[in-house]
């Protein structure tokens, strides 16, 4: 549990009245807390740095946390200090706001930390001076457009599908994300495989071949094996014809789908194929058929399906539209006028190719993108210098909008690692919060096996002083709602025990013996027990080693009077800074180390030859299983 | 060669023109809000200095702004019920602690909340909970109210318990509540029925004085 939450728990314990009419039994007895409420008081300063500084000063911005009457709420009386548990390195900065009225951003900081600062000492980020509200701007921007980003690929679509989903959803999501399933799989490859083909019979129709006997021409291959290019074109044309249709009834919105550019595609790149089986073998039309036939072509853009790099070109083109279009402007202004300039520079030159203004044009286009075919050159020296100076605008022109694609190209690619990434790191995440939940779940559960609620005499004090007064605090809390149900937690693992065991009819001995326990785990699975048993002897040995470490972290958190460490309850990046906070929510002795040499590759199902993994034995067995299912 | 120019003239960063419109949201709202005085809070509270100061330190640091909304407050409690879902208990809780109904918990809303419950008379706390079970806040507790807390109660409590949860425990648990509270019958259950039935349950006086010392 994040330390942070300490500061909560009384609260909560005291919204808890809120369940005493409810409770048929009585509540059980608070811990005792030795420590009285006042030693809260620290006795350090902006953790450590003292800072001096004129009244005047504070008080000349009275709506902010310093310069109001709030900062009387921090007021140490023994000290005779205001005391703050913030960023010492920050709180330079906020002083000399108002040392010098004006705020600047240090640029090694985040800004999101900064931005935290800002807000507890009640400043708003507007006042940032001139010099440094730009930087201040672009990061806090780039900030929010990644965060957006994360949250839109953590709900992407790789979640597992919710399980009643018709076949039209499930055929949608395998078309979508083809690594979800062998067959959409198969299907993918098979798919590329039939556009490759397809796009290579297209080029190599044209090759020529050797002519037929008898004959003095050289055939393009196309002509020479007609049948075989048309059954190798037929079959393209019903696997494409038949991966639309599908596509086209999974497809959630069917308008939208067909507006889509990927569909538009497909459509273009199988119409020729019908429309030449439907034309008659006219002399007129055939000529317009053959033009169709170039669409034929694009079957190549069907590949953007199965390349990430050509939809991020695709994409980067379209977000750099209005780039592009100022490009294709100024290279037009520029040839209309160098155009105009070489006609009439070439106008009196005999036998000239610069024949008209569109004539011209070529020429151009040619010199100004440093081609220089060399098919049309000027001749008179005022062609020349024109001519030169077109050349030398070219290169300008069209140097300066490719930076901006280039970089809006770069950004949106590394975007995409960004998110593949993400995706990967996702599912290791979600893992250790898994473990972390249990990891409460069992201390509550082992704090109530070593008998916690009675009364605690000196003998059970020292095993149990090792836990902090929160964790008392809480487990009372956790108490109480049971007490209030009248029902007690268990966890997965007993619950799925119980419900096996009660439909097979067994009467399951819950006594928390050990002797009757051990008696138990020999009975019908000897050889699965005795590795077990051993399993269990190694895993209480890491748990111990881990429980040691765990405790030494825990020391040093609570130490600090569970003011250090935030825990970010109002940000929105709370799953991002879920890593440093790991080692806060592993609270519980029981520490989930990372999976031990000596995790079983079997699975182990609860059988019902061991119906009360009782409970002396639990803590040590719950490590093992909840190893064993975060390797599942 | 064009193009190799300008790939090696690459180095500038280009914000997109058309995203100045995420500015105007960049100037956000910042709510920010500051609580009376000290010596105020200490007049109307039951606290002394120390703990005021105590409790604000903690509230400030968790929420800088000085106001809770309604996620974080779910959030927050959440974490102390990681079993089972505690969002719809929250979500009472709030709305029992905003006073005010304007969707967020200030300082001095927590504050007398916690006044009332840690240092209140047994009238006082017996009322908050009743404001807490009258969802609609019409004076009357009626069944379908305390089914709904019944039931966000015992979510809290997960799906792994023991003995399991079969059957429709939360309303057998509500028809032997109203058995007990409703002494008219009439099918609601009213501040003075409650506050009557609440104190002649010896197990449940015993069990407020437990709660004294919480803070």
């Not at chain 2, 079969?166 to 057998?172: A, C, E, L, N, S």
Request: aromatic share 10%.
């Amino acid at each position: 549990m994040a330390a942070g939450v300490a500061t909560w728990l009384p609260f909560a314990r005291a919204a808890a009245v809120g369940w005493l009419p409810l409770a048929k039994k009585i509540m059980p007895k608070p811990p005792v807390d030795k420590k009285s409420r006042n030693d809260e008081i620290l006795y350090v300063n902006v953790s450590g740095l003292r800072f001096q500084t004129w009244k005047n000063t504070l008080d000349r911005y009275p709506d902010t946390l310093l310069g109001s009457s709030e900062k009387e709420f921090f007021y140490n009386e023994d000290t005779q200090e205001y005391f703050f548990d913030r960023d010492p390195e920050m709180f330079r900065h906020i002083l000399n706001f108002y040392r010098t009225g004006k705020l600047h951003y240090p640029r090694q900081e985040c800004v999101q930390a900064f931005d935290e600062e800002l807000a507890f000492y009640g400043i708003v980020p507007d006042i940032i001076g001139d010099c440094c509200m730009e930087e201040y701007r672009d990061r806090k921007k780039e900030n929010q457009e990644r965060l957006a980003e994360d949250t839109e690929a953590e709900m992407g679509t790789d979640t597992p599908l919710p399980p009643n989903s018709t076949h039209r959803e499930r055929l949608w999501r395998a078309f979508e994300n083809p690594h979800t399933s062998t067959m959409a799989l198969v299907f993918y490859y098979v798919t590329g495989f039939f556009i490759a083909v397809s796009v290579i019979a297209n080029v190599v129709e044209t090759v020529p071949c050797r002519p037929l006997k008898g004959s003095k021409k050289d055939l393009p291959c196309g002509e020479k094996y007609s049948l075989a290019f048309f059954c190798m074109d037929t079959a393209c044309v019903l696997i494409f014809t038949f991966e639309y249709l599908m596509r086209l009834f999974a497809a959630p919105s069917r308008c939208k789908f067909m507006r889509s550019v990927m569909s538009v595609i497909d459509v273009v790149a199988i119409m020729p194929y019908y429309i030449g089986l439907v034309m008659p073998e006219n002399e007129d039309v055939s000529g317009a058929f053959v033009t169709l036939r170039v669409f034929r072509v694009f079957r190549i853009f069907k590949f953007s399906r199965h390349s990430q790099g050509l939809r991020i070109l695709g994409y980067t083109l379209k977000s750099c539209a209005s780039e592009l279009g100022f490009l294709l402007f100024s290279l037009t202004m520029a040839i209309i006028i160098f155009a105009t300039v070489m006609f009439y520079a070439e106008k009196g030159t005999k036998g000239t190719n610069f024949t008209s203004i569109p004539a011209s044009f070529w020429y151009t286009i040619v010199t100004m993108t440093t081609l220089g075919y060399g098919d049309m050159v000027p001749n008179t020296i005022a062609g020349k210098i024109f001519g030169s100076i077109c050349s030398l605008s070219g290169v300008l022109v069209i140097a300066l909008p490719v930076p901006v694609i280039v970089s809006n190209f770069s950004r949106i690619y590394h975007q995409n690692q960004r998110a593949d990434k993400m995706r990967a790191q996702q599912k290791v995440r979600l893992a250790r919060i898994r473990l972390a939940k249990k990891g409460t779940t069992n201390a509550f559960l082992q704090y109530k096996d070593e008998g916690g609620f009675h009364d605690r005499d000196s003998d059970n004090a020292l095993c149990l002083k090792n836990k902090s007064s929160f964790e008392h605090q809480h487990h009372h809390l956790l108490h109480c709602l049971e007490k209030t149900t009248n029902h007690e937690f268990t966890d997965e693992l007993t619950f799925s025990e119980m419900c096996m065991t009660e439909s097979m009819g067994y009467r399951t001995s819950r006594s928390t013996s050990i002797s009757s326990q051990q008696g138990m785990s020999t009975s019908c699975c000897p050889r699965r027990a005795k590795r077990r048993a051993i399993r269990l002897a190694n895993s209480t040995v890491s748990v111990s080693r881990g429980s040691v470490q765990e405790l030494d972290t825990l020391q040093v958190h609570k130490s600090s009077s569970g003011l250090q460490s935030r825990s970010s309850l109002n940000a929105r990046t709370e799953d991002l800074k879920l890593n440093c906070e790991d080692r806060d929510f592993t609270a519980a002795i029981i520490s989930i180390p990372t999976p031990p040499a000596n995790t079983p590759d079997e699975s182990l199902p609860p059988s019902p030859a061991f119906p009360g993994i009782l409970r002396n034995s639990r803590t040590n067995f719950y490590t093992h299983e909840t190893v064993k299912i975060s390797s599942l | 060669m064009g193009a190799v120019v300008g790939t090696l003239t690459m180095q500038t960063r280009q914000r997109q023109p058309s995203r100045d419109k995420v500015d105007d949201e960049l100037e956000m709202t910042m709510v920010c809000h500051r609580p009376e005085g000290l010596e105020q809070l200490e007049a109307q509270t039951n606290f002394t200095k120390q703990e005021l100061q105590v409790l604000y330190r903690g509230f400030k640091n968790e929420c800088p702004s000085g106001v809770v909304n309604e996620e974080t407050f779910k959030h927050i409690y959440a974490q102390f019920f990681p079993h089972g879902d505690a969002s719809t208990y929250a979500h009472y809780l709030f709305n029992a602690f905003d006073t005010r109904n304007n969707g967020s918990i200030k300082f001095e809303d927590f504050v007398m909340g916690l006044s009332t419950l840690l240092r209140g008379t047994v009238r006082e706390k017996l009322e908050w909970t009743f404001y807490l079970y009258d969802i609609n806040r019409d004076g009357f507790i009626n069944k379908e109210e305390m089914t709904e807390i019944v039931r966000a109660i015992y979510d809290m409590m997960g799906k792994y318990t023991y003995p399991a949860l079969k059957g429709d425990v939360p309303k057998q648990h509500v028809d032997a509540f109203f058995e007990k509270m409703d002494k008219n019958k009439d099918g609601v259950v009213t501040l003075e029925e409650f506050v009557l039935a609440c104190q002649e349950d010896e197990n449940m006086m015993r069990s407020m004085q437990l709660f004294e010392n919480v803070m």
